[in-house]
């Protein structure tokens, strides 16, 4: 190091990195630490700050031999390069070598001479703290590029206050999604309000979402607060909103843009202020084009967005996810490598739902025993045999072989009579929400 590098003071740089709340060191160019704070120490390593000043960053963090430039984008790195402040989202280690996922925030430290000698790092936990809701059973586990772009964008726009639109398959997760972006977002300690937009009518949507006094139609005893009003300063959650009909588009638009609705049946102007996140499977921009779904709301609601990556995207994390889910479910008995490379090459329409469904009925199965391929479904171990369901927006386009209303219905029966009525296994095969298989059943007058 050149004498115009020379490091400030141990004591100064000390100083400098017990100023901050969170988990914070500051590392030279060679990924050595040259301070750090006891929370970076006590949450990567369980040991004293001194303990772990002079050791390599991603020895500590990533309990790697190796910076973690090789296989991700380093904040260190680009910081030293650019010598300008990065953020990314980065999966570490805690002291009981638990995934931590964070958010890494890098700091330039300049000389005189204007040179970066020194990066902070410091690092904004999304998976530790009382809102701990990460697990792969909750969408999120894993470190492939897709994975950690998308938990890179959602730590991004929670910290915004805009509406978000959250897209993905069914399964992926998007209803968890939604959850972390308020958890992590200034609104964390209010109301996270849920409105399923495929259980309502018309006139059901408006009563939930606004409210109604009592008598305002035949069956309101009572005055209800609407779930708008619910969730006044904390987030509004519309699950599905690709089904909601455009009479409620329109009341919901008017909501949105003022804040301000009525109870039905009520003459007095109420006022909310929520931040909307939104999801749908369906392909909205498609929708518009065709008349189904109003213009002026889409873009009202897609101000941000967060697309969640399908399952078949996400292979390299399949192993993990795998033996997440059998550890959790205390199965010890193993599984079988014929078994486990079925699932590697399996596709998953249904996504994590869908992983999580087989597993456990392939552990019911195995009754104690290894886990095997025997024990695995049909359309797993024989996917060439399987219809071909295009999972994008398979739940509103019921994709199947099932193309007029009589074959369809033929259809539905030989799905449910093959899973003894069972509506969860005929949903997943068929590639749809158990929610549709249900309405679509009801449209028809299938009982089972």
Do not use: W
Request: hydrophobic share 35%.
């Amino acid at each position: 190091m050149t004498e115009n590098r020379k490091l400030p003071e141990q004591s100064f740089l000390q100083s400098l990195v017990e100023s901050h709340q969170e988990p914070f060191c500051l590392v030279d160019e060679q990924y050595r630490i040259v301070a750090a704070n006891q929370r970076y120490a006590e949450r990567y390593a369980g040991l004293d700050k001194q303990s772990v000043v002079g050791r390599k960053c991603h020895e500590i963090s990533h309990e790697s031999s190796v910076p973690c430039d090789v296989h991700e984008e380093c904040p260190l790195r680009q910081t030293f390069d650019q010598g300008h402040p990065f953020q990314v989202v980065h999966r570490h280690f805690d002291q009981y070598h638990e995934p931590d996922y964070v958010t890494v925030h890098s700091t330039p430290i300049f000389n005189a001479a204007g040179e970066v000698v020194l990066v902070g790092e410091s690092m904004t936990s999304i998976s530790h703290g009382n809102d701990l809701c990460f697990d792969a059973e909750r969408m999120v586990s894993g470190c492939c590029p897709s994975f950690m772009r998308v938990l890179d964008n959602m730590a991004t726009v929670a910290e915004s206050d805009f509406p978000v639109l959250i897209l993905g398959e069914t399964g992926s997760g998007k209803e968890m999604a939604a959850q972390l972006i308020h958890r992590k977002s200034p609104r964390a300690d209010r109301e996270f309000v849920t409105i399923d937009c495929t259980q309502f009518t018309d006139e059901r949507f408006a009563s939930e979402l606004f409210g109604h006094i009592r008598g305002a139609f035949t069956g309101a005893v009572e005055n209800k607060m609407g779930l708008f009003e619910l969730a006044d300063q904390g987030t509004l959650f519309l699950d599905e909103i690709g089904e909601l009909p455009l009479t409620s588009q329109a009341k919901l638009l008017r909501t949105l843009e003022t804040g301000k609705f009525r109870r039905l049946g009520e003459t007095r102007e109420r006022h909310a202020n929520v931040r909307l996140v939104c999801a749908t499977n369906r392909d909205i921009q498609a929708m518009v084009k065709r008349g189904e779904f109003r213009s002026d709301l889409y873009y009202r609601i897609n101000c941000m967005q967060v697309e969640l990556p399908p399952l078949r995207h996400r292979k390299g994390d399949l192993p993990e996810l795998i033996n997440y889910f059998l550890d959790r479910a205390g199965f010890r008995h193993g599984i079988s490598e014929a078994a486990y490379e079925t699932l590697l090459a399996y596709p998953f329409p249904g996504n994590m739902r869908e992983l999580r469904n087989i597993l456990e009925r392939a552990m019911a199965l195995a009754r104690g025993k290894r886990l095997d391929t025997q024990h695995l479904p049909p359309d797993v171990t024989h996917p060439e045999s399987m219809q071909e369901v295009h999972p994008v927006h398979a739940e509103s386009d019921f994709v199947s072989c099932a193309v007029h209303s009589h074959d369809e219905i033929k259809h539905l029966r030989e799905v449910l009579h093959k899973h003894f009525g069972n509506r969860r296994l005929a949903a997943l095969e068929l590639g749809i929400a158990e929610r549709t298989l249900y309405r679509r059943l009801k449209a028809h007058g299938i009982e089972k």
